[in-house]
């Protein structure tokens, strides 16, 4: 069973950033590709950033292209999402998942195994 811990939430004013980080026991991490999700009050949890396994491939939502880098340190076993010029709209909490399929384009939350608790990130006006 594979255990997934997020950090580093916060509040943060419009235009700055925050790292977040993701914290994985209990299994192989570097087996898993590693997501983000987010979920605002009221909406659907979306797809936020994709990793790779060996940490070489990404993949981003539109919405946070060139904004968030999404990265891990498999000897950490650890996942992170640096978020920057952050918006308003981002507000939302942040999931990370661990997807047991290698595959490249898996954007659903359905096909991710295993979550964490989630972070709150509120970003003022």
């Known amino acids: 069973q594979v255990q997934l811990v997020e950090s580093g939430g916060g509040l943060v004013q419009a235009g700055g950033s925050l790292r977040l980080s993701c914290e994985a026991s209990g299994g192989t991490f570097s087996t898993y590709a590693m997501g983000w999700f987010r979920q605002a009050p009221g909406k659907e949890r979306v797809f936020v950033a994709r990793?790779?396994?060996?940490?070489?491939?990404?993949y981003y939502a539109d919405s946070v292209k060139g904004r968030f880098t999404i990265s891990r340190d498999n000897a950490k076993n650890t996942a992170y999402l640096q978020m920057n010029n952050l918006k308003p709209d981002d507000t939302a909490v942040y999931y990370c998942a661990a997807d047991l399929i290698p595959a490249a384009s898996r954007f659903s939350a359905r096909e991710y195994a295993y979550w964490g608790q989630g972070t709150q990130v509120t970003v003022s006006s």
């Open positions: 990793v790779s396994r060996s940490g070489a491939t990404t």
